[in-house]
């Protein structure tokens, strides 16, 4: 019998100049909600094993015999064609199933970290296209995506969202404590009574923060629709702590390069070590007092930026401005003076009685 045939495909369309696949684009599509989500979870219901493929011409390369099938995708036709043995091919964008019972050749060649052979045809077939390939599989009723050299396990929606809750729990408590931490450096602020480690200290819990932020909403991409309250959470948590950190880094003069570069290579147990940070971020010891600029607390009155420019370059640091003489204030601000000097003794008073500002 001769050997079967490689598919042609003239009829697919692949963008050349198209991103490699990453992890959230994996969630995206495969959120719970979607169509092709349904479809899958009913071929693990039923007990069946498949993969399910993307169409690309390097797809086309590897996949022999099977059958056209070039119709409009739905999860219930998705769930019948799995019934066959060989893999499904879906147009690019999943709104077509394109072929069935499709026989996928990969590169023997191509490492694999699987047993199973259904796994390791879609991991290899995933790494040699670069594309995206879902395995289910029937004895396990696991749904495994293989992206590239990645390989992701798709979460059941109710253990998805219990670990997503926990994480906004741990969240909650993460912004209490950076509350706290910004109330006591309001204070350290204008009494110039501030340490490198107080700056470390606020600058390493927004990082911790924004590393919980990456896993929550990649919780809340899978869980599709059901994730709305949870996102909606999330931002009300986290409102506010960009522009907080984006004064900081003005008032100490940090780099935001810098910051950026050392907080994205290092994981949440690194980051705990605050001496580390120290160092690289101010070459110094923790107990070295420094000044802030002032940047942040004044952007919390009715100056406009160029009044704030002038008394930042005027006095130095924030502590020699609320110290400073009536007379140099109007000398600067003119007759927005009054009202400045009203203001900042009124920020004065709620900041010592540690009320948020």
């Given amino acids: 019998m001769d050997e079967p045939s490689l598919l042609k495909v003239p009829e697919i369309k692949v963008d050349k100049h198209s991103i490699k696949i990453t992890k959230l684009d994996v969630l995206k599509k495969l959120s719970s909600g979607t169509e092709l989500r349904e479809g899958i979870n009913d071929i693990v219901k039923g007990g069946m094993g498949a993969i399910i493929v993307a169409a690309s011409p390097l797809i086309m390369q590897i996949a022999k015999g099977g059958f056209k099938v070039n119709c409009k995708f739905s999860s219930k036709r998705l769930t019948e064609l799995a019934k066959m043995d060989g893999a499904l091919i879906l147009s690019e964008d999943f709104r077509k199933i ?39 599989s029937q004895r396990k009723r696991e749904i495994t995506v293989y992206y590239g050299t990645h390989r992701y396990s798709l979460q059941n929606a109710e253990a998805l969202l219990r670990r997503a809750t926990e994480t906004l729990q741990i ?52 869980l599709g629709k059901e994730g709305i309250i949870i996102r909606m959470r999330v931002r009300e ?121």
């Fill in 98 to 136: 394109l072929y069935a019972n499709v026989y996928l050749v990969p590169d023997s060649n191509l490492s694999s970290s699987e047993t199973g052979i259904r796994h390791q045809v879609a991991e290899r077939t995933a790494k040699q296209t670069e594309g995206m390939v879902i395995a289910v």
């Fill in 237 to 357: 948590i986290i409102r506010g702590i960009d522009k907080e950190e984006e004064m900081i880094i003005k008032d100490y003069l940090l780099r935001i390069n810098k910051l950026k570069n050392l907080f994205d290579n290092l994981n949440f147990e690194e980051i705990l070590d605050i001496e580390n940070i120290a160092s690289i971020l101010f070459k110094g010891p923790l107990d070295k007092e420094i000044s802030s600029k002032g940047f942040r607390i004044l952007s919390k009155t009715s100056l406009a930026k160029q009044d704030i420019d002038k008394l930042i370059n005027q006095f130095k640091n924030l502590y020699q401005i609320f110290n400073a003489e009536d007379l140099m204030i109007v000398k600067l601000l003119g007759e927005n003076a009054k009202n400045f000097k009203k203001e900042i003794n009124q920020l004065r008073e709620q900041i010592l009685v540690g009320k948020k500002v």
């Fill in 171 to 222: 969240l909650e408590k993460q912004r209490e404590v950076f509350n706290e931490l910004l109330t006591n450096l309001n204070v350290l602020e204008i009494t110039n009574l501030v340490s490198i480690a107080d700056v470390c200290r606020i600058i390493q819990r927004i990082e911790i923060m924004k590393k919980m932020i990456t896993i929550i909403n990649e919780n809340i991409i899978e």
